[in-house]
C-alpha cells in the first residue's frame, strides 16, 4: 500500500467514527509537520497510530503536505 492510499484509508475511517473535536492526545502542529516532510523518519508507533484514529490531525496533517501554503489563504 503507498502513501496516498494509506492516507485515504485512514480518512475514510476517521471521518466516521474518529471526530475527536476535543483533540484528545494529539501530538501537535510540529509532529505533525515532521510527519509530512520526513514520513520515513516514523515507524509504527504511537503518532501514526493516533492519527489513526483522529480525524483534526489527519486534516491537519493533508493540509500541510500542501505544496503551497500561501495558496489556501489567498482563496480564503
Ligand atoms: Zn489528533
Redesign the pocket.
Known amino acids: 500500500m503507498n502513501e496516498k492510499a494509506l492516507i485515504a484509508a485512514f480518512e475514510r475511517v476517521v471521518r466516521a467514527e474518529h471526530a475527536?473535536p476535543q483533540?484528545h492526545?494529539?501530538p501537535g502542529t510540529s509532529v505533525l509537520r515532521q510527519l509530512a516532510e520526513r514520513p520515513e523518519t516514523f515507524g509504527p508507533g504511537p503518532v501514526l497510530r493516533?492519527?489513526g484514529q483522529?480525524a483534526?490531525?489527519l486534516r491537519e496533517l493533508k493540509e500541510l503536505r500542501r505544496p503551497c501554503g500561501r495558496c489556501k489563504r489567498e482563496i480564503a
Open positions: 475527536n483533540r492526545g494529539c493516533h492519527i483522529c483534526p490531525c
